[in-house]
């Protein structure tokens, strides 16, 4: 299980999120941006529709730092 805060992963308060994986990450920070950020769910949506690699590649070296809890 590892620990990360919205903010670490493009969002913009200091919410935390645990996850056992990175695909449950992702599956949790979008819901969490969709029901409390809707701006920055709307800017990850063009970001995801210019280069869909392109969140991923900078979030998940942030998640792989991420020490276990
Ligand atoms: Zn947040």
Do not use: F, R, Y
Request: aromatic share 4%.
């Amino acid at each position: 299980m590892k620990k990360m805060i919205c903010k670490e992963l493009g969002g913009t308060c200091d919410k935390e999120l645990t996850a056992q994986s990175w695909d449950e990450m992702v599956g949790k920070m979008t819901t969490h941006v969709m029901e409390n950020h809707p701006d920055v769910a709307k800017d990850m949506e063009k970001m995801h529709a210019a280069d869909s690699q392109k969140w991923g590649a900078e979030m998940k070296p942030k998640w792989e730092a991420a020490p276990e809890i």
